[in-house]
């Protein structure tokens, strides 16, 4: 496909989408049914998800109705996990069971994760002995690990296998099983002792063992290894999936890489959130309650306005200064949203760099002296300018020196704290991420009052 014909491609499909939108509310309020049906018929899994969520509750099962039985497991498991709790009280039982019995069980148990435990043990008991079993094992690991995410519905080989009776067996096995593009050699315990991938397989002389085409050498993560952790082995190795295993090394599953953006997706955002200071729960921000929003913001902001408060009694004990240079004042906005300004840059990158492990194989000390190289630097440049603007709209030669040399104290201290932090958050175990940009600036707003008023005290003489 040529690079013009994918791009109009790509546009088709966006205008399509907003059709979709657009119309599909319409049609319903119309109950024109039969019209909705055909608008949905050339669209995708996920873009019908994304329509039916934005339509009013009311229609949302309406929609999700005129889907035939395949499309409407797709759909569902592309839905936000607060529609899908809505429409799943909607459904009449078997209706629901029928949906949840022929999800994912990752998908299935995620689900569950998020509705009512009267919910949960109701339609537990009314799945499938083997989907019961599969859900119950998977809901048996703790939130956010291997175990929880992992589909238990993959195929495992014996090495004695020939190529020609492992292909027969995976043609088997397939409508049952999650087939990714690796295949799991086992041994009579069901350990994993190898890997190959379908390639391997399809290249390899039809009467060769699969202990004679497989790498030794597998890559995989146990039951209780952090999803994120997971998804970072996927993204370092650039694999397609990834074998879980228990203490013992069994093979109970896989986690695949489509899994894994979902889980980036999240990490990531709630990664943002926290250094926003902003509490998240997991929730979609956009999708709660005023109420709720207040309750999720409110917690950082009231340590922020009592730390904050510190700043003004370091003021207040510094009357006599201000008082002396009045002129003082006017700049202290100034220096501490630029030493706040520098901190929450070095912090912002030092807790991505941590998140995304590209600091691995950096040392602490190395990655804070060349933040604080950096400060330093800043702190010359924005030093030399106002220096130079205070002479020659003031023409006050102290008061310039005072600020310039505390805007470059400034912001060396807020570089170096900025980057140390999130280090020493680590270090005691805690989610660099707290170190949030808002409190970063509140604490260099506390030294950076300090060291302006010391020095203006110095350079005056006051």
């Known amino acids: 496909m040529t690079e013009d014909a994918a791009t109009l491609l790509t546009v088709w499909r966006s205008e399509l989408r907003q059709l979709v939108r657009s119309q599909l509310q319409i049609l319903l309020e119309q109950r024109n049914f039969e019209g909705a049906k055909i608008i949905l018929g050339p669209v995708q899994p996920v873009d019908i998800a994304e329509a039916i969520e934005e339509l009013p509750e009311t229609l949302q099962v309406i929609a999700f109705r005129l889907l035939n039985k395949a499309e409407a497991i797709e759909v569902y498991e592309q839905l936000d996990p607060s529609v899908q709790q809505a429409l799943i009280q909607d459904f009449r039982d078997q209706e629901a069971i029928d949906i949840v019995n022929q999800m994912s069980p990752n998908d299935r148990a995620k689900l569950f994760d998020e509705l009512p435990p009267k919910v949960v043990r109701r339609m537990l008991s009314q799945l499938s002995p083997e989907e019961r079993q599969t859900t119950s094992l998977l809901l048996g690991y703790q939130a956010n690990t291997a175990g929880r995410i992992m589909t238990p519905k993959y195929i495992a080989l014996k090495e004695d296998l020939t190529a020609v009776h492992a292909q027969e067996r995976i043609r088997s096995l397939a409508k049952t099983s999650e087939v990714s593009y690796y295949l799991y050699v086992t041994d009579a315990s069901k350990r994993l002792i190898g890997i190959l991938s379908l390639k391997d397989l399809i290249l390899a002389p039809p009467e060769q063992a699969l202990g004679e085409i497989m790498t030794r050498d597998v890559i995989y993560a146990h039951t209780g290894t952090d999803q994120e952790e997971v998804a970072q082995l996927i993204q370092r190795y650039n694999l397609l999936a990834l074998p879980i295993v228990d203490k013992e090394s069994h093979l109970l599953g896989v986690v695949t890489v489509d899994d894994v953006i979902d889980i980036l997706q999240e990490e990531a955002t709630e990664d943002i959130y926290t250094m926003g200071a902003v509490q998240s729960d997991g929730d979609n921000y956009f999708q709660i309650g005023l109420i709720e929003v207040t309750k999720k913001r409110i917690p950082w902001l009231l340590v922020l306005l009592i730390t904050n408060s510190i700043t003004i009694v370091i003021m207040s004990g510094y009357e006599t200064v201000l008082e002396e240079v009045i002129a003082l004042a006017f700049f202290t906005p100034l220096l501490i949203d630029a030493g706040g300004n520098v901190g929450a840059q070095s912090s ?39 220096v130079v603007s205070i002479f020659l709209f003031l023409g006050k030669v102290e008061i310039g020196i005072t600020v310039g040399v505390s805007l470059l104290s400034i912001t060396l201290i807020s570089a170096a704290t900025g980057a140390t932090l999130p280090f ?39």
Do not use: C, H, Q
């Open 424 to 462: 020493m958050f680590r270090s005691l175990g805690f989610d660099p991420t707290l170190m949030s940009a808002p409190f970063i600036t509140t604490i260099v707003d506390i030294l950076g009052i300090l060291i302006y008023l010391n020095i203006a005290k110095v350079v005056l003489r006051i």
């Open 348 to 386: 912002t990158v030092v807790i991505r760099g941590l998140s995304t492990n590209t600091l691995r194989d950096k040392k602490p000390s190395y990655i804070i002296f060349r933040e604080l190289i950096a400060g330093g630097m800043l702190g010359i440049i924005l030093g030399i300018l106002v």
